[in-house]
């Protein structure tokens, strides 16, 4: 019984043994991607966990980030977003690939307040 055993083992262990030099199923990592060079960051809104980023390809094309939603340029993905910037990341990357865009400038730096610093002029009757 114990040789029988030992020659079944020995007949179909080499189904289970695998190819030393194979990378296992699942952990294959993405080689260096090409990065997001030329992409201009437009604009942000929503609200935490909701933003909508825009941003403007090289190409001149409008193009939409969503929080948790994927990138149309594959493979580079959404990782955080903020009022202020997005960061995209490769998934799965055998090395750290990160690009981040920022807006310029401070909030609200376009607003035009009207009343500050201007004096309505006195009101007078009409004639």
């Keep these: ?22 990378p296992v199923a699942g952990s294959v990592c ?4 090409e990065p997001l060079k030329g992409w201009r960051l ?3 809104i929503g609200h935490e966990a909701h933003f909508h980023a825009w941003l403007l390809s090289p ?3 409008s193009v939409i980030a ?22 995209f990341a490769v998934p799965d990357s055998c090395t750290a690939q990160q690009t ?5 400038g ?12 201007h004096q309505l002029p006195a009101a007078g009757s009409r004639r």
């Design 1 to 22: 019984m114990r040789h029988s055993l030992l020659i079944l083992l020995l007949c179909c262990g080499g189904v289970l043994a695998r190819d030393p030099f194979r």
């Design 30 to 33: 993405e080689a260096l991607v």
């Design 42 to 44: 437009q604009g942000i």
């Design 59 to 61: 190409q001149g094309e």
């Design 66 to 87: 969503r929080t948790g939603k994927p990138f149309p340029v594959s493979p580079w993905q959404p990782a955080d977003m903020t009022r202020r910037s997005i960061t």
């Design 100 to 104: 981040a865009f920022y807006l310029k």
């Design 106 to 117: 401070r909030s609200h730096d376009k607003d035009s307040h009207p009343a500050a610093g």
